[in-house]
């Protein structure tokens, strides 16, 4: 399976460079590219092979037509965004009707994992990109550069995971990078946990699922997060983690192996989260322990959605009262699953 992804924008046919639209000092060319390399990373992730001139963007239109041709892809795709006065929202644009049922699965997804509205799809019929194209085609226009500017700037990765989930949808390809799989390990445990009337207890050990069903039916938000790394097998059963101002516990030797460590120690929004990233909070000192692991799930108005159990939501995707209180804290560390 081989498909076509592009940065939109980038070199004209004569080199000169073409920042696509423009909003203060924000350009459509570099807004798109880690919207086009989170694309590419997940439909890679899935066994897809990618045609694509990201990160480098050295390639114009016509040579972007003209490779996704010579290489018989099944689907040829641009992500572009509109200019400062256009509407807020989504407008992916097509040509044939097999495009038309690609830019609807994308659309879709990038809806359902980030906080952007759409503007329907619009069929077009003049543009090079999609009448040349031997595939089927779509150009994603992601949102307005200035009313959307905030939303693609900080979730590039939840527009990128959308998209490829919705192309691996239409192409009948099995959405299974780990960070997919990690989403739908905590939606398992969630279930259960709601069905066996589980309960919150911060100081709970039990290092399997098992053990807690047979003992007190008891969570919190770490053991959630070490379940669900278990059933996907990047944790061994009885190893179990917590994040605070690092990765602790029996099991981070091994989870440090499979993950990127990082110590931001900034409000979520300047740690360019992506699908997937197990989050930690500490605040105050480390012996009082105050501390929360979260899994970011997709965006909602915004804001983040979380997998966890809080307090008062030991089911939650979000916080509920808690939310906006954790939020306000720095995160201290993040695990990003390789």
Not at 245 to 265: D, E, Q, S
């Amino acid at each position: 399976m081989k498909v076509a992804v592009f940065i939109g924008h980038g070199l004209s046919a004569d080199s000169s460079w073409d920042s696509g639209c423009t909003y203060g000092k924000y350009t459509e060319a570099e807004l798109m590219k880690p919207i086009t390399e989170s694309c590419v990373y997940y439909l890679r992730a899935c066994g897809i092979e990618v045609i694509t001139d990201a990160p480098a963007n050295r390639m114009n239109m016509i040579a972007q037509v003209a490779k996704s041709n010579d290489s018989k892809v099944k689907l040829h795709v641009a992500f572009h965004c509109d200019y400062y006065k256009a509407k807020s929202g989504t407008l992916p644009l097509y040509y044939s009707e097999e495009g038309k049922k690609l830019a609807k699965q994308m659309n879709k997804y990038v809806l359902k994992y980030s906080s952007l509205k759409t503007r329907g799809l619009k069929r077009r019929t003049d543009l090079y990109e999609l009448s040349d194209t031997s595939a089927p085609s779509v150009i994603f226009e992601c949102g307005s550069i200035k009313r959307d500017l905030k939303t693609m700037r900080r979730e590039f990765d939840a527009i990128g995971f959308g998209a490829a989930r919705g192309i691996c949808k239409y192409l009948g390809v099995p959405f299974r990078p780990i960070q997919m799989r990690l989403l739908n390990a905590l939606t398992y445990y969630e279930k259960r946990i709601i069905k066996n009337n589980f309960t919150y207890n911060g100081k709970a050990t039990y290092t399997t699922f098992r053990k807690a069903l047979k003992g007190k039916k008891q969570l919190n938000c770490a053991l959630l997060v070490t379940w669900a790394l278990q059933k996907i097998g990047v944790l061994p059963n009885n190893r179990r983690i917590w994040l605070g101002n690092g990765v602790n516990g029996n099991g981070a030797p091994t989870l440090k192996k499979k993950c990127k460590v990082m110590h931001p120690n900034k409000r979520w929004y300047r740690c360019g989260l992506h699908i997937g990233d197990i989050c930690g909070w500490q605040w105050g000192s480390s012996k009082k322990n105050l501390v929360h692991t979260m899994v970011l799930r997709g965006f909602d108005k915004n804001r983040p959605i979380w997998s966890t159990a809080g307090s008062s939501d030991v089911a939650a995707r979000d916080l509920s009262r808690m939310r906006a209180t954790y939020e306000r804290k720095p995160i201290k560390t993040i695990c990003r699953l390789k």
